[in-house]
């Protein structure tokens, strides 16, 4: 079956043979094709297994920008394989399902957030990387939850900011660094779908487990945290802290890598405020191993945009990357 057949039934793992060993396909397509595989911390524990590099929006961006490789996999979502094209145009950049989009992204169309801007004359304007590329190239700097903090601590105090699209880690950053900026009215589904009630039982449960998350969270639900960061922030603090068990409020993905740097410690997901599993994105699940075997051997689906469009988003994420060095 070609994958233009399989495109459209939309389900890329028909073709796949049960019997494939898919880590070691995988592995000898990639040293084929000279290609790379990056993958989010949010993604199955398969996928994970099988990437070159794993890591959040800033390390995957810095990834993107140095690889010599002709082929970048890109296991994520859709704006994340958009700033790997971005930051690599000469390079193909796939993403196994072009279906995984960001609930985030979406929040923020980039007709809007262009009159967003218009109405606030004299602000800089600051988006988190979790956007498109049509918003990007609206923007003056991109931003990562990683170096949101440090990048709006290097603007003068008196300059007004635009943060755009996730109001909770906006507030957050404002609380961080005393500003007051304007903010755009976006969030995250699965972490605004975390409970506090559920939150607060599961620490009475587990009175030793120290409270981790993610900053896209609610504030009600960061201000029961121990600690707030980035996932490769969350991921560090378990490493390094002597705690022995942790509840983590973000996607539940990157679990897996917490277990396998610590495997002596327990690690707890949070719950949401119903008994679904909405603490897992399924925009990022939409990625399976399967489909990230049919991709990179038919190198596609792969990401194309208006080479205009590509340089003026190159602009806010190349100031970014110069600033987190």
């Known amino acids: 079956m070609q994958y233009s057949v399989l ?62 490789a002709a082929i970048i996999v890109f296991a994520g979502v859709h704006f994340m394989a958009e700033t790997a094209k971005i930051l690599s145009p000469s390079k193909k950049v796939l993403l196994p399902d072009l279906r995984a989009g ?10 809007k957030f262009e009159t967003f801007i218009k109405s606030h004359p004299e602000h800089i304007v600051i988006s988190y990387v979790n956007c498109s590329a049509e918003v990007k190239a609206l923007t003056d700097i991109v931003v990562t939850s990683s170096n949101a903090e440090k990048i709006v601590n290097s603007l003068a105090k008196n300059q007004k900011i635009i943060f755009a699209p996730d109001k909770n880690l906006g507030a957050w950053i404002s609380k961080k660094t005393g500003r007051n900026m304007v903010l755009w009215n976006g969030a995250c589904m699965v972490h605004e779908l975390f409970s506090l009630g559920q939150l607060i039982r599961a620490k009475e449960k587990n009175p030793n487990a120290l409270v981790i998350a993610h900053p896209e969270c609610e504030t009600e639900i960061l201000e029961q945290a121990d ?49 679904c599993a909405c603490n897992d994105c399924p925009h990022m699940k939409l990625n399976t191993l399967e489909k990230l075997y049919v991709c990179l051997k038919y190198e596609q689906p792969e990401i194309n945009m208006p080479v205009e469009l590509m340089n003026r988003a190159r602009k806010p994420i190349i100031k970014m990357l110069e600033l987190s060095r």
Not at 102 to 111: G, H, K, R, V
Not at 241 to 264: D, W, Y
Request: charged content about 25%.
């Open 7 to 68: 495109k459209e039934k939309g389900w890329l793992e028909k073709e796949v043979d049960a019997n494939l060993d898919l880590f070691t396909e995988i592995r000898k397509l990639k040293k084929e094709k000279n290609a790379i595989i990056l993958a989010h911390y949010y993604q199955d524990s398969d996928i994970q297994d099988c990437a070159d590099y794993i890591g959040d929006s800033l390390g995957l961006s810095q990834e993107a920008a140095k690889t010599n």
């Open 102 to 111: 960001c609930s985030l992204a979406d929040s923020c169309p980039s007709e």
């Open 227 to 275: 600690f707030t960061g980035s996932t490769t922030a969350l991921l560090n603090f378990t490493i390094k802290n002597k705690a022995r068990e942790f509840i983590v409020v973000t996607e539940a993905g990157i679990l897996h890598q917490m277990q396998k740097a610590s495997p002596e410690k327990t690690f707890i997901p949070a719950a949401p405020a119903t008994n």
